[in-house]
């Protein structure tokens, strides 16, 4: 679960869903943080930068950082730039991930776990529904996320969750409730991002330590993008997900991957992939969860 506190965590059916959103408008956000998001921790270990155009976060022996959006969404797509801690980045964790509030939660997780100087950041990803995760996938990353901004997306609607890089897509999360697996239909979320130390399991299963000589440690994000059903009780809209097509902006609302993106997604997921919860004998003694 990605990190949330201020301290240094039967499926309802689609059309019930649909029938919620005609309280929900579209809307498009982009590239302004100081509009759009808000510090939750840390205090000035967040910075806002270039009249809002970035957006750093820090950590140091004493405390991590993070923000979230003062918006909230059901369904949409989310994309944000950031380059990640350089160096010996061992034991931290920077995120990008949407939750919804109470702990019976659902949640859309990218972490990036850091490691020691040379060696590749790992992506962990999840996802959360009713409280309920344990859907972990981890990949290592083919390039260096420190020198330059990346942007990773999570495109969500009423069919699938897709989590892409720089538009590589590298995992899709399918609806299947019909088969009693649990799928965030009905939940609006926040975005959150956050930087913090954990050093008891991030690195090397918490072998290598975070070495605070090196602190602060800092990861930057340099812009974002929101499509997506902004929630909003008070507001009287038409279905935000059945609106008129609005070209590009509106292809993630029934997006699913096509043969030839699923075939480039298992390329990538054989030579990046270190983890995946649906392989794991160990962890699911009594059989692999029915989704695998």
């Not at 240094?8 to 982009?30: D, K, Y």
Request: hydrophobic fraction near 35%; charge should be positive.
């Amino acid at each position: 679960m990605a990190f949330l506190s201020t301290n240094c965590n039967s499926t309802p059916l689609i059309t019930v869903t649909l029938i919620m959103l005609w309280l929900i408008p579209l809307v498009t956000h982009a590239d302004n943080f100081k509009k759009n998001f808000h510090a939750t921790w840390g205090h000035d270990r967040v910075k806002i930068l270039d009249d809002g155009k970035q957006l750093t976060l820090s950590l140091d022996k004493y405390t991590g950082s993070g923000f979230e959006s003062k918006s909230r969404y059901l369904f949409g797509r989310f994309d944000m730039k950031i380059k990640l801690v350089p160096r010996n980045s061992a034991g931290t964790v920077t995120t990008f991930f949407l939750a919804s509030n109470g702990p019976i939660h659902d949640e859309i997780d990218f972490e990036f776990l850091g490691n020691v100087t040379g060696e590749p950041y790992t992506i962990h990803t999840n996802v959360y529904s009713q409280g309920k995760g344990n859907r972990e996938q981890q990949f290592k990353l083919w390039f260096d996320p420190t020198t330059d901004f990346h942007t990773y997306s999570i495109t969500w609607n009423p069919h699938n969750i897709i989590f892409s890089i720089d538009g590589q897509a590298i995992r899709e999360f399918k609806n299947r409730g019909s088969i009693g697996v649990p799928y965030p239909v009905s939940k609006p979320m926040k975005i959150y991002a956050s930087l913090w130390n954990a050093d008891d399991w991030a690195t090397m299963g918490g072998r290598v330590k975070t070495n605070w000589k090196q602190a602060p440690f800092i990861a930057s994000y340099g812009g974002f993008r929101i499509t997506a059903c902004k929630w909003a009780h008070s507001t009287r809209s038409t279905n935000c997900l059945n609106s008129n097509s609005n070209g590009e902006k509106d292809q993630w609302k029934k997006q699913i991957l096509k043969s030839s993106d699923i075939k480039r997604m298992k390329m990538m997921q054989r030579k990046y992939m270190v983890y995946n919860y649906c392989t794991d004998n160990n962890r699911f003694p009594k059989g692999l969860p029915v989704d695998c």
